[in-house]
């Protein structure tokens, strides 16, 4: 059998089976633009931390508009091995945890090197049962990612942390609240340290705390489930805690940035799209910087109307914690900044190696200087061709599908693989608005 058609079968709850290939190409043929109407499904940095966050409780847990990827597959594996039943409805789009007995406080190791979103278990066991370890996380590779941030908080709140043979072992009493600065911003540290306070005993303050909305998200679940949380979506998130939490019924909020990707998508090949179930202001610094680049954009209630009739203009972003444009859509941005004229720059201010992709980009034609690991100007407007290019990660993947649908002749995009970790069903959504792409 040939390489790019070798697969990994998981067996799930009710027989459902997910396939994922091991290597996978996606083919795009460019000159297509896209029109028509397609449904946003839910994210995936909302529906990761809400699974993790059942482990808070002895009562069953219920999640709606839970996308079907890779690295929610994981979290459920990954639930089932601490001891929690999880079924996972492929169908509905709903999981369904119960945490009564967890027989486990180490999440398999091998699953945590898949994915830094692991590590959002360390919290919620820290909090219940006093324990936990874990070896450190994996994931994409975007430069340096610590989870200093993560337990620097678990020592503040009274847990013990030590590294036993490159593993982290976390042992605590009750947990108490405190104050506690964070160094930055982190999406995950603030999720972690957020459930994990809880449970504590007091009151927790959290400082220089993240505002995604995807941490609003998993703050409204939370309190649903009983915590006494105030300051959601600010820097200062402050958490009484209480002797227990209880089940949840929630949905998982629109995915942002498979929105915004489509989006790109629409203003590079000049045509119309409207998307269905999308937050207005999660979209906002995407919005912005849309119709700063000579974009229409136009809302409905929950739909989003987005279309370039005439030429695109040079711009700039900086990838910032959000309110500002998000680190995730920085690549498929670039790939704009390449059919706009004049200069335009990104300053990738979140991770300090997520440039990489630019080396892929140039294999098809790109004007593209790297100041440094984390600046790039791109000049445009420049006609891409078809090439082989490799997806590094994520978002990589997706700027190298966008940069397809505009390259002249044929793009093969290997390593392909990793968008179905963050997007369910990209090619399948690209080509219902006219795109010329599927899987080889």
Same mark, same amino acid.
């Given at each position: ?21 091991? /290597? ?39 999640? &709606?508009?839970?996308?079907?990827? %890779?690295?929610? +597959? ?35 190791? &091998? ?7 692991? +590590? ?8 219940? $049962? ?7 996380? @994996? ?28 593993? $982290? ?10 104050? !506690? ?5 982190? #999406? ?22 993240? =505002? %995604? ?7 409204? !679940? ?6 006494? !949380? ?10 009484? *805690? ?28 000049? @045509?119309?799209?409207?998307?269905? #179930? ?13 119709? %700063?680049? *000579? =974009? ?13 009739? @005439? ?13 500002? +444009? ?20 990104? $300053? &990738? ?32 407007? /420049? ?34 693989? #990793? ?22």
């Amino acid at each position: 059998m040939p390489a790019a058609h070798r697969c990994r079968r998981r067996k799930g709850n009710g027989g459902t089976v997910a396939v994922i290939a091991a /290597t996978e190409r996606i083919v795009t043929r460019g000159g297509r633009s896209l029109y028509g109407r397609v449904a946003i499904g839910g994210a995936k940095n909302a529906a990761l931390p809400a699974m993790a966050a059942a482990l808070l409780t002895e009562e069953e847990c219920v999640l &709606e508009n839970v996308p079907l990827l %890779e690295d929610v +597959f994981v979290m459920a594996e990954l639930l089932r091995a601490l001891g929690a039943e999880v079924d996972l409805d492929t169908e509905r789009h709903r999981v369904r945890i119960r945490a009564a007995e967890i027989h486990g406080y180490e999440p398999p190791p &091998e699953l945590v090197a898949r994915m830094r979103a692991s +590590f959002l278990v360390t919290g919620p066991l820290l909090a219940r $049962f006093g324990r936990a370890r874990s070896v450190p996380p @994996g994931g994409c590779q975007l430069g340096t990612r610590p989870v200093d941030v993560d337990l620097r908080g678990f020592r503040k709140l009274g847990a013990q942390v030590d590294i036993v043979d490159g593993t $982290f072992v976390l042992t605590a009493g009750r947990l108490r609240g405190c104050d !506690i600065y964070m160094d930055y911003p982190s #999406h995950t540290g603030t999720e972690n340290l957020l459930m994990a306070a809880t449970l504590a005993q007091g009151r927790t303050t959290i400082i220089n705390a993240s =505002a %995604e909305p995807e941490i609003v998200n998993l703050g409204e !679940i939370l309190m649903d489930m009983g915590a006494r !949380i105030s300051g959601l979506g600010t820097s200062r998130i402050v958490i009484q *805690g209480v002797d227990r939490l209880r089940g949840y019924r929630a949905s998982v909020l629109p995915d942002r940035l498979e929105a915004g990707t489509l989006a790109i998508a629409a203003a590079i090949t000049h @045509g119309e799209v409207i998307l269905d #179930h999308v937050r207005e202001p999660d979209m906002a610094p995407l919005t912005h910087k849309l119709r %700063e680049a *000579g =974009a229409e954009v136009w809302w409905s209630e929950t739909s989003m109307l987005v279309r370039a009739p @005439g030429p695109l203009q040079a711009t700039e972003i900086q990838a910032l914690p959000f309110p500002g +444009f998000p680190t995730d859509l920085q690549a498929a941005f670039a790939v704009l900044m390449t059919q706009a004229h004049g200069r335009s720059r990104i $300053f &990738e201010r979140v991770f300090n190696d997520r440039l990489r992709y630019t080396s892929e980009l140039r294999k098809m034609g790109a004007a593209i200087e790297l100041i440094d690991r984390q600046q790039a100007l791109i000049e445009g407007p /420049t006609p891409l061709r078809g090439a082989e290019v490799r997806a590094l990660d994520i978002r990589s993947g997706a700027c190298l599908v966008l940069a397809g649908l505009v390259a002249e002749g044929e793009t093969v995009i290997i390593d392909a693989h #990793h968008l179905r970790r963050g997007y369910e069903d990209l090619v399948g959504k690209l080509a219902h608005l006219g795109a010329d792409i599927h899987y080889a």
